[in-house]
């Protein structure tokens, strides 16, 4: 590894996981798998209503992780496992602050039902006709 933390070539370090080449290099540093999901995540996020579908599919990841780690901190704290013990404890955090992000990314682009005017009230009250028919 460098000293600005990049990875030299021929360093296994680079071939792990992909995230730095991908970063450094674009779509041409995937594989073929790895180009068709790009392919597919670019499609979805064409139009709005394929974001809001990535959305709530992250929130709900996020909303699960969260739940499956407090039950299992829970389950090895029942067990007598002090919570300092717990690795999974100091990731929680970070997992919470993922789904409150993911959850509140989601409600931005979901409407709220509560504000949504009736059209037929709001025109009317346009034209100045509160309601009545006389």
């Known amino acids: 590894m ?7 070539e021929n360093n296994q370090a680079a071939l792990k996981h992909g995230i730095y080449r991908f970063r450094d290099n674009g779509s041409k540093a995937l594989d073929q798998p790895g ?12 139009s709005r209503e ?16 969260v739940e499956l780690a407090t039950s299992y901190i829970a389950e090895q704290h029942r067990a007598g496992i002090p919570l300092d013990e717990i690795p999974l404890m100091r ?3 970070g997992f919470m602050n993922t789904c409150h992000r993911q959850v509140k990314d989601l ?7 509560s ?4 059209l037929a ?11 009545d028919n006389s």
């Open 2 to 8: 460098t000293d600005d933390g990049r990875f030299t």
């Open 35 to 46: 180009r068709s999901r790009l392919q597919e995540i670019e499609s979805q996020l064409q």
């Open 50 to 65: 394929g974001v809001k579908s990535m959305l709530q599919e992250r929130a709900a990841n996020s909303v699960l992780l």
């Open 91 to 93: 990731a929680l955090p």
């Open 107 to 113: 409600l931005d682009v979901i409407p709220d039902e």
């Open 115 to 118: 504000k949504v005017l009736d």
């Open 121 to 131: 009230e709001h025109v009317q009250k346009a034209m100045g006709n509160n309601g």
